[in-house]
């Protein structure tokens, strides 16, 4: 027995160092790597508190020649960046909203029943993969526009929603149809009606739920495309991604503003993931199982 | 963890060359049920949003795509110059929508080739259990994900511009060159950076999708494996890579689909320049229905149409290449 225990702590002791070596070996490639990664960041956090002259003669040194605030101010005040924040954070909550709502309501009809139409629709729904988004926008304009919700944040809503809900739903339609069938005879034993199970088993698709808003939130976030099409009247209805391009061509020589602003819409982005980023990756994980 | 298969998705995918482990959790769903009674209010209820929007902004614009793409109209007033198939006929001799077609193809290969083989591999190092800092350095390679397409093309012309962006700074401080050069003055070099560029942002997201597969093998196969004494590279190629290969024919699908789509990075990055010379297919349509009057609304839709057309071949094509290339393995055992 002692024997025993005592072979398994030099196997032990061996592969922690083992472990300690391959991790010497490792990280300091991985830190190189991270950094150049991770540059372009760096460059434009530090141009944000950089001087115009001093942007101009600093070339890719990541050191400020001074720290000032003006950049900020003037892109948050100025430069409207206030109101483009202000639009982003709009479009992006209530769109991943829409979205989540409309994916888990039909992943769960799609999983649990059976009705007329529904291998159609599961297919269409597929199919919808694949449509390149630039093919289908002429029409969606024209929609919109008929609707009388160009230029209005509602337009931006709808139209950044309507899209490309497939890949939520198929994850919706996974997840329920692997719920075993035994939970539902219970809660029908029970007495529970068809709103009441779907409470019940809703909690359980946490980790499908997850993906589906921290995918769409970095999608509408990011979302350029349409907002350019359906604000082209309206610039102050721009979010960060487009109005951003407007700023540029606006104030050309600006950089330092530019580079304040962009700093002002990527951190608390990079706090939101850094903040989820655990339940995220497992959820994904839980989610595409199999 | 709650298992979950998405049992529908996995038809798409070759049935017989999975292991027992996998095979295992599929399919509880046996028994779906007829809707009853008051039930089928509420199923109608349930599918309404989602049938709503899609009908609205997905199947209506496909139809209407079609539809339009046989009118000469700008947008404004009634659709009534029907022209039949003009627009095609346009468009097939159009040299730049073809430019467009072709840089879009180039564009999407050369990104899927870089970007799924080099996040595999950093997905399969940030899984290491001896690995230290593995959150931290996901986090860093993910990162270029949460800022906006767009901006990221603008910090990029910033850094690559001749007279004093970084990379020149950095090449002449190394003594690699003594004049600035401009990466944007050429088609290829400026394709190469919006490819380059893409991949750098894009990254962060294949890299989740594989951690998310490699931790869907089970650990108790690696043990076995362990067991039997095989190495790393022997877990790692006959393990994890056949196991992993449904997700990875999803993964590589979605990641060329997406690459077609190429847009903001287009617009901030390149304008389609120098000249037309790196136009994409979304850059072709949003010029012609909403870059300069008269609109060509008609003419847009029809090169929207021809594009999907060009794309679901090739993508399908792609789809049954794999699966042959997968029965001729099974049939000569390699």
């Known amino acids: 027995m002692a024997a025993i225990t005592k072979t398994t702590g030099i196997d032990q002791a061996a592969r922690r160092s083992h472990r300690t070596r391959a991790n010497l070996i490792a990280l300091p490639i991985l830190a190189v790597i991270g950094l150049v990664w991770v540059y372009p960041f760096l460059w434009t956090i530090s141009a944000a508190f950089k001087t115009q002259a001093g942007m101009f003669t600093s070339g890719a040194s990541l050191l400020p020649d001074q720290l000032n605030f003006d950049n900020f101010v003037r892109a948050w005040v100025n430069a409207g960046f206030s109101g483009y924040f202000f639009n982003t954070v709009l479009y992006s909550v209530v769109s991943t909203l829409i979205e989540l709502v409309k994916a888990a309501l039909c992943g769960y009809v799609l999983a649990r029943y059976e009705f007329p139409g529904r291998t159609l629709l599961y297919r269409m729904i597929v199919g919808t993969l694949f449509i390149p988004v630039a093919s289908i926008i002429v029409p969606q304009f024209v929609l919109i526009e008929n609707l009388g919700l160009l230029n209005t944040r509602a337009g931006v809503i709808l139209a950044m929603s309507g899209g490309a809900g497939a890949l939520y739903v198929l994850l919706f339609v996974g997840f329920f149809s692997s719920v075993p069938s035994d939970l539902f005879e219970a809660a029908k034993l029970d007495g529970a009606g068809f709103l009441k199970t779907f409470g019940l088993i809703l909690p359980l698709a946490k980790p499908v739920i997850a993906v589906v808003v921290i995918f769409q939130f970095i999608s509408s976030w990011n979302e350029f495309n349409i907002p350019l099409v359906f604000t082209l009247g309206q610039p102050d209805l721009q979010n960060l991604a487009v109005g951003m391009l407007s700023f540029q061509g606006e104030h050309a020589t600006d950089w330092t503003g530019f580079a304040a602003g962009m700093t002002i819409s990527f951190l608390p982005m990079l706090a939101i993931f850094l903040f989820f980023q655990n339940y995220f990756t497992r959820g994904l994980a839980g989610a595409t199982k199999g | 963890m709650t298992t979950t298969a998405p049992a529908p998705r996995r038809e798409r995918v070759t049935d017989r060359d999975r292991s027992p482990a996998e095979r295992a959790p599929e399919r509880a769903d046996h028994s779906r049920e007829r809707v009853r009674g008051f039930d089928r209010v509420w199923l109608v209820v349930f599918l309404a949003p989602f049938l709503l929007l899609y009908l609205g902004f997905t199947l209506w614009p496909l139809a209407a795509t079609i539809y339009y793409s046989f009118f000469d109209w700008s947008g404004i007033g009634p659709i009534d110059n029907f022209v039949g198939a003009d627009n095609y006929g346009s468009i097939l001799v159009d040299p730049l929508f073809w430019l467009s077609v072709v840089n879009t193809l180039i564009f999407a290969l050369l990104t899927t080739v870089i970007k799924l083989p080099i996040s595999l591999l950093a997905a399969i190092v940030l899984t290491r259990k001896w690995l230290r800092g593995k959150r931290f350095f996901r986090t860093l390679f993910f990162a270029p994900l949460i800022i906006p397409v767009a901006m990221a093309g603008l910090v990029f012309t910033y850094l690559l511009n001749p007279s004093n962006?970084?990379?020149?700074?950095?090449?002449?401080?190394?003594?690699?060159?003594?004049?600035?050069?401009?990466?944007?003055?050429?088609?290829?070099?400026?394709?190469?950076?919006?490819?380059?560029?893409?991949?750098?942002?894009?990254?962060?997201?294949?890299?989740?999708?594989?951690?998310?597969?490699?931790?869907?093998?089970?650990?108790?196969?690696?043990?076995?494996?362990?067991?039997?004494?095989?190495?790393?590279?022997?877990?790692?190629?006959?393990?994890?890579?056949?196991?992993?290969?449904?997700?990875?024919?999803?993964?590589?699908?979605?990641?060329?689909?997406?690459?077609?789509?190429?847009?903001?990075?287009?617009?901030?990055?390149?304008?389609?320049?120098p000249g037309t010379s790196t136009y994409v297919v979304s850059y072709f349509i949003y010029q012609n229905a909403f870059g300069s009057v008269p609109f060509a609304y008609g003419y847009a839709s029809a090169a929207a149409l021809l594009f999907s057309v060009i794309a679901f071949v090739l993508v399908s094509a792609q789809g049954v290449a794999v699966r042959r290339a997968q029965r001729l393995r099974k049939e000569y055992g390699v």
């Open chain 2, 165 to 273: 962006g970084a990379l020149n700074a950095i090449l002449r401080d190394l003594g690699l060159v003594d004049q600035g050069f401009d990466v944007f003055a050429n088609r290829w070099s400026a394709l190469l950076v919006l490819v380059l560029v893409s991949v750098w942002q894009i990254f962060g997201q294949y890299m989740i999708y594989w951690i998310a597969a490699l931790q869907n093998v089970p650990e108790e196969v690696y043990e076995a494996a362990a067991i039997d004494g095989a190495g790393e590279w022997k877990k790692l190629t006959r393990i994890t890579l056949p196991m992993i290969r449904p997700v990875a024919v999803i993964i590589a699908l979605l990641g060329i689909v997406n690459a077609m789509h190429v847009f903001g990075l287009v617009v901030t990055l390149t304008a389609g320049g």
